[in-house]
C-alpha cells in the first residue's frame, strides 16, 4: 500500500542519512581539498587515470576522463552509492516493487523490450505475455496497412501518412527515434514513401503545420493518451476529426449520414489508449485500439504501444525488434554489476549528481554530433526534468537540461560553454556514417573532427602564455583567452542504427533513475505539472463565458490585478 511504502521510505531514509551524509561530506571535501584548483589540462597528463575513466561495452565506449576525478573520487562515489541504497532500489524496480511510492505504482518501462520467453512479474502476473500480443496486434495492424488491405474511407486510397497526436511524453521520445531513424539507407527502403508526422500543441497553427500538404484521404490519425482526457491531445483530436469529414463531405458531394461519419472516423484514426469507453464514444473501433499499463509512465513509454504502433506503421517490425533488442542489451547492462567502472548508466548517472550536488554545477548540454538525433536533446530534456526537477530534499533537485546537434550548436550557445559560465557537456557520436559514398564520409570525417576537439578545447582553454606565443596582440589577449577547465563525457557508438538507437535511450533511462534515487526523489510523477493545467482550466471557462457574451465574468474572476489586464487586452480584438 502507499501507507507502507511510505513508511518504508521514511524509515530507510532515518537509517541512512546518517551514513549517506557522511560520505557526501568526505565527497566534497576531497573535491574541494584536492580536486577544485586542479586543472583538468593537467589531470589529463596522467595516461594510467585517462585510461581508468573509461568503459567499454558492445562496441560502445563512454570516455570520462574530462571530469574533476581520480580513482579516490570513484571510490567514494561507489561509497556514496551503496549508502544510498542504490543496488537495492535497483534490485526494487527490476523487481516490479512500487517504488513510484507518491502514485503507489510498479515502474517497469524495461519488460516492454523483454524477449517473449521471459518472466518479468508485476503484482503477481507475468507481464510479458501481454506486451508481445500488444505487439502482435500492432504487427497484424500495420501490416495490413502497409499493405494495402486497410484502406482510407470508400478503400479509394491507401494509407501512407501517419499523424501521431499526443504531448509530452507521448510523443516525444517517438519523434526523437523517428527522426533518428527514418534516413538510414535500409530503413527508407522499408518505409516507401511513407511519413510520420506530430501533433502536439493546442495551437492552431501546430495543426495546420502538421497537415500540410497531406491528403486527407491518405492518412491515418494516431490518438496517443492513456486516459484519453488529455486536454491539448483531445482538442487536437477533435480538430482531426473535423478536418476528415470536410474532406469526406466533399468528395462525397454530399452531407454525410451519421453511419458514413462513423465510416470514416473508424478508418482513418486509431488510438494508443486503455480508456475503451471514451475511444469507442470517439468513434475508434476497440480493434484499433493498441493499450499499454499504469507501470508505463509517459516519458518512459516509447517502447510500448505509443512509440511501436507509428514506428512500424513507418518502417515496418524489423526496425522495432532492434530497436527493442537495444534497448534490452543495457536493461541488462545496468543491472548486471554495481560497480561505477562497468556500468555505464551507473557511471553516468553518479557523475551527474557529482556535477550537480558536489560541483554546484545545475545544468548540462546534450551534445549529439549526429544531425539524426536533433529531437533527441527535447527527448532527454523531458525525461531529466520531468523526473527529477522536484521539490528540493535537503536542498538537491535536477538541472536545466538543454542541447543542439553538433556542429550547429557551435555557431550558437557553445560561446557560453566555452567562455561563460561553466555547463557540463554529454557528447553522442557515432564512428561510421550511415550513408556510404565518399563525399559523404569525408563529411563525417569533418563532423567527428569538431567532436573530438571540441571536449579538449573545453577542458585545456588557452592560456595567456599560448596568446602571447601566437603573437596576439595584447588588447585582443583578454578576450581570447579561455580558461578551460569545463568538463564533458563523450559516448562514442560504432554506427546508428536501430540497436544502437535503443541502446541510447536505454543508457539515458537508466541514467534518470540513478540520479532520482541518489537525490531522493520519486522520478516517476510530474505533480509540477498539474498546478498551472488546473488555473487554464478555470481561465478557459472566464474567457468562453466572455466570448459568449456574459459581461461580468471577468469581472468575477478571482486573478490578480496583472492577469487582469492581460485578459482585458487579449479580449479586446474580439470584445
Not at 492518412?219 to 470536410?246: H, Y
Not at 458531394?253 to 482513418?268: C, D, M, N, P, T
Not at 554495481?338 to 553518479?350: E, F, K, S, V, Y
Not at 548540462?364 to 532527454?380: K, T, V
Request: proline residues 4%; glycine residues 8%; positive net charge.
Amino acid at each position: 500500500s502507499t501507507q507502507s511504502t511510505w513508511g518504508y521510505i521514511l524509515k530507510r531514509f532515518r537509517k541512512m542519512s546518517e551514513s549517506l551524509n557522511k560520505s557526501l561530506h568526505q565527497l566534497q571535501s576531497h573535491y574541494e581539498q584536492e580536486l577544485q584548483k586542479k586543472h583538468l589540462r593537467d589531470l589529463l597528463k596522467d595516461n594510467s587515470r585517462n585510461s581508468a575513466l573509461a568503459i567499454t561495452f558492445d562496441g560502445i565506449l563512454f570516455d570520462f576522463a574530462r571530469q574533476k576525478l581520480t580513482g579516490t573520487t570513484i571510490e567514494l562515489l561507489q561509497r556514496l552509492s551503496e549508502e544510498a541504497g542504490l543496488q537495492r532500489a535497483i534490485t526494487k524496480i527490476f523487481g516490479g516493487e512500487h517504488i513510484n511510492f507518491t502514485e503507489d505504482r510498479a515502474v517497469m518501462h524495461m519488460a516492454l523490450r523483454a524477449a517473449p520467453g521471459d518472466n518479468i512479474q508485476v503484482d503477481g502476473k507475468n507481464v510479458v505475455p501481454d506486451i508481445h500480443e500488444v505487439l502482435r496486434r500492432i504487427n497484424t495492424f500495420a501490416g495490413k496497412v502497409r499493405t494495402g488491405e486497410f484502406k482510407g474511407w470508400r478503400a479509394t486510397r491507401p494509407l501512407k501518412n501517419y499523424v501521431v497526436v499526443g504531448i509530452g511524453g507521448s510523443y516525444l521520445g517517438t519523434e526523437f527515434v523517428y527522426e533518428a531513424m527514418r534516413y538510414l539507407p535500409q530503413i527508407q527502403q522499408r518505409a516507401e514513401g511513407r511519413e510520420v508526422r506530430f501533433l502536439a500543441n493546442v495551437d492552431p497553427v501546430d495543426f495546420a503545420r502538421a497537415t500540410y500538404g497531406l491528403v486527407p484521404s491518405e492518412t491515418l490519425f494516431i490518438i496517443v493518451s492513456k486516459t484519453f482526457t488529455t486536454p491539448e491531445t483531445i482538442a487536437n483530436a477533435i480538430a482531426a476529426r473535423q478536418w476528415l469529414l470536410a474532406d469526406a463531405t466533399r468528395r462525397a458531394g454530399k452531407r454525410l449520414s451519421s453511419e458514413e461519419e462513423k465510416q470514416v472516423i473508424a478508418a482513418h484514426v486509431c488510438a494508443v489508449s486503455t480508456n475503451l469507453k471514451e475511444t469507442s464514444k470517439f468513434g475508434i473501433t476497440d480493434d484499433r485500439v493498441f493499450g499499454f499499463w499504469d507501470w508505463v509512465g509517459g516519458r518512459f513509454s516509447v517502447t510500448s504501444a505509443v512509440g511501436a504502433l507509428p514506428l512500424t506503421l513507418a518502417f515496418g517490425p524489423e526496425a522495432l525488434a532492434d530497436f527493442l533488442r537495444g534497448a534490452r542489451s543495457i536493461d541488462n547492462h545496468f543491472r548486471s554489476s554495481n560497480r561505477i567502472q562497468d556500468n555505464i548508466p551507473l557511471a553516468l548517472g553518479l557523475i551527474g549528481f557529482y556535477q550537480n550536488v558536489i560541483q554546484k554545477l545545475n545544468a548540462r548540454a546534450i551534445l549529439p554530433y549526429s544531425q539524426a538525433l536533433g529531437r533527441f536533446p527535447a527527448h532527454i530534456q523531458q525525461l531529466e526534468m520531468e523526473s527529477n526537477g522536484k521539490r528540493p530534499v535537503n536542498g538537491r533537485t535536477g538541472v536545466l537540461v538543454f542541447g543542439e546537434p553538433g556542429t550547429n550548436g557551435q555557431h550558437s550557445f557553445y560561446q557560453l560553454l566555452h567562455q561563460g559560465q561553466v555547463v557540463p557537456g554529454e557528447f553522442i557520436g557515432f564512428s561510421k556514417t550511415p550513408l556510404t559514398t565518399s563525399g559523404e564520409a569525408d563529411r563525417h570525417d569533418e563532423l567527428m573532427a569538431n567532436f573530438f576537439a571540441q571536449p579538449d578545447a573545453l577542458a585545456n582553454g588557452k592560456t595567456i602564455a599560448e596568446l602571447i606565443a601566437e603573437k596576439c596582440p595584447e588588447n585582443l589577449r583578454f578576450h581570447k583567452e579561455f580558461t578551460g577547465d569545463r568538463p564533458s563525457t563523450v559516448l562514442l557508438f560504432p554506427e546508428l542504427n536501430p540497436y544502437t538507437i535503443g541502446q541510447l535511450l536505454a543508457i539515458y533511462e537508466h541514467r534518470t533513475f540513478v540520479e532520482g534515487v541518489l537525490l531522493g526523489v520519486n522520478s516517476f510523477d510530474q505533480f509540477g505539472v498539474e498546478l498551472g493545467k488546473v488555473l487554464a482550466k478555470g481561465l478557459r471557462q472566464v474567457i468562453s463565458k466572455t466570448r459568449e457574451g456574459d459581461a461580468v465574468a471577468l469581472q468575477q474572476t478571482q486573478v490578480n490585478s496583472s492577469t487582469n489586464t492581460l485578459l482585458k487586452t487579449y479580449l479586446r480584438p474580439r470584445l
